[in-house]
């Protein structure tokens, strides 16, 4: 009923720069958080950003002051301008929202496919 789809990922340079977006489709009612994790290999998935219906941000420590969240609610898109990229940012990245699809009285929480952001030294 719902589904997410990322863009932007690929293969950038340290103290390069990256946008990752991430669009929200179906039946949709509302969607409140909005958020990207990311997984690199042998490690677990950690939040890198979040953000909610009422603008309110948060970052990871790794990532404040390089990192920014934003999101458009007319398009349902999440962004993630990544800037300043480290070869410690290198994993997929997923997208992550808590939708309220047409007919539910619940928010449930959506995943995207995830896209890859490679940084090379």
């Known amino acids: 009923q719902v589904q997410l789809v990322e863009s932007g990922g690929g293969l950038v340079q340290a103290g390069g720069s990256l946008r990752l977006s991430c669009a929200a489709s179906?039946?949709?009612?509302?969607?409140?958080?909005m958020g990207w994790y990311r997984q690199a290999p042998g490690k677990q998935r950690e939040l890198v950003a979040a953000?909610?219906?009422?603008?309110?941000?948060n970052y990871a420590d790794s990532v404040k002051g390089r990192f920014t969240i934003s999101r458009d609610n007319a398009k349902n898109t999440v962004y993630l301008q990544m800037s300043t990229l480290k070869p410690e940012d290198t994993a997929v990245y997923y997208c992550?929202?808590?939708?309220?699809?047409?007919?539910?009285?619940?928010?449930?929480?959506?995943w995207g496919q995830g896209t890859q952001v490679t940084v090379s030294s």
């Open positions: 992550n929202a808590g939708v309220r699809y047409s007919g539910s009285v619940y928010f449930h929480d959506y």
């Open positions: 179906g039946s949709i009612f509302s969607i409140n958080f």
């Open positions: 953000i909610t219906s009422g603008d309110s941000t």
